[in-house]
């Protein structure tokens, strides 16, 4: 009786361990009385057997072997210093990125600064002033003006007022009579202490 | 704590770079022997082996290199095929009449034109056949591992296995004709 493919399935799953006990058990009584099916079974032995000569020849020997690992473990060295390489000039350019960053941000504000509102008389008061307003400013006391334009120029020496409302009036006053091309600027301090 | 391939506890201060390299130690010789199973005399079976290393090195935090046998074989089994896949190969010179280093003259001389001429066939399989064959008769795999290897169902890599051996056997049918 010929082998068909589905008997050399069968043998090929046996020799690789892959038949399960069930089916074994049917082979070996099929193989007892099948020449044809053992004499297949014995071609596949012989050939396996000649095939695991092939994959043992074809094991590298061990100068190949340390060849390879000195490779890959140069190879490691370089992907880890690539990689440090990388981290580090990431983080040079985030750091060059921020001082051109902050460069240029100071370089476009050079200019407001001459601009700022000037007070030249310093007190306790002064910096309340200039975090809250001068919506924030009391309503009565001595208040301080000094008018300057845009590029810092003087254009009124500091007075004094009694209220906010003449400082503003005084202010409003020498900026109508300037004609600075640049602009002016004011600014009120209240001195609610005297000095 | 599980224990690694060897069936030695790893170290707890045992760096991801160390563990590394005792895989690439310890299975090299093997990875070798299977990339030049399926590359064949196509491409350098070292580039095979050390490009799927330096692909797994790249992502090593991401895998357990205290078992790392399977994954480096498959890592080296994609490689091979990646490489055979790409369009233009280079063929390098036959080594085939090399038959490794344990083997004696006297069998070297019976067996070499045998081994020869299964290699050549083996060669001139299809590469997954190739490729089942390997982990199959080599890696002494399971169908299940293989399939998973290769990323394949069990019956195909049943199929695959199957038709390589018969392929392999009408081709040094014709060989032994020829004699």
């Known amino acids: 009786m010929a082998v068909n493919d589905n008997d050399m399935e069968l043998l090929h799953e046996y020799v690789d361990g892959e038949l399960p006990m069930s089916d074994c058990e049917g ?14 079974l014995d071609r596949l032995r012989a050939d396996h057997a000649v095939r695991t000569m092939v994959w ?24 880890d210093f690539m990689s440090w390489g990388g981290n580090f000039l990431r983080i040079a350019a985030s750091a060059a990125a921020l001082i051109l960053f902050g460069v240029t941000v100071g370089w476009m504000g050079r200019d407001r600064y001459h601009g700022m509102p000037v007070v030249s008389h310093p007190s306790q008061n002064e910096s309340q002033m200039a975090s809250s307003g001068l919506g924030a400013a009391p309503a009565s006391g001595q208040f301080n003006v000094e ?18 409302q003449e400082a503003k009036q005084f202010a409003h006053d020498v900026q109508a009579d300037q ?17 | 704590m599980s224990m690694d391939e060897n069936g030695r506890q790893p170290a707890a201060a045992e760096s991801t770079n160390e563990l590394f390299e005792r895989a690439v130690q310890l299975h090299s010789r093997r990875l070798l022997a299977i990339a030049r199973a399926i590359v064949g005399n196509r491409a350098s079976p070292e580039d ?9 090195y790249q992502h090593r935090d991401r895998y357990d290199w205290r078992e790392a046998g399977g994954l480096m074989r498959r890592t080296v089994v994609n490689e091979a095929l990646r490489i055979l896949r790409q369009p233009r190969m280079s063929v390098l010179p036959d080594d085939a009449g090399d038959l490794g280093p344990s083997q004696s003259p006297s069998r070297h001389m019976l ?20 490729a089942a064959l390997v982990l199959c008769e080599y890696e002494k795999m399971s169908y299940a591992q293989i399939a998973e290897t290769l990323g394949a169902s069990i019956p ?24």
């Open chain 2, 48 to 56: 095979v082996v050390q490009q799927a290393f330096m692909n797994l």
């Open chain 2, 156 to 179: 195909q890599v049943k199929t695959w296995i199957h038709r390589g051996r018969r392929q392999l056997a009408e081709m040094l049918r014709a060989f032994a004709d020829q004699t």
């Open chain 1, 27 to 40: 082979l070996w009584r099929r193989l007892a009385i099948e020449r044809e099916l053992m004499g297949e």
């Open chain 2, 111 to 130: 067996e070499g034109e045998a081994v020869l001429q299964v290699r050549r066939a083996i060669e001139r399989l299809p590469e997954n056949f190739r």
């Open chain 1, 147 to 164: 008018v300057r334009d845009r590029s810092g120029n003087l254009l009124a020496p500091i007075q004094q007022f009694g209220s906010l």
């Open chain 1, 56 to 79: 043992s020849s074809l094991e590298p020997d061990e100068s190949t072997v340390a060849r390879l690992q000195a490779k890959v473990m140069r190879a490691t060295r370089r992907e």
């Open chain 1, 179 to 195: 004609s600075s091309p640049t602009g002016t600027d004011w600014n009120v301090v209240p001195e609610i202490n005297k000095f």
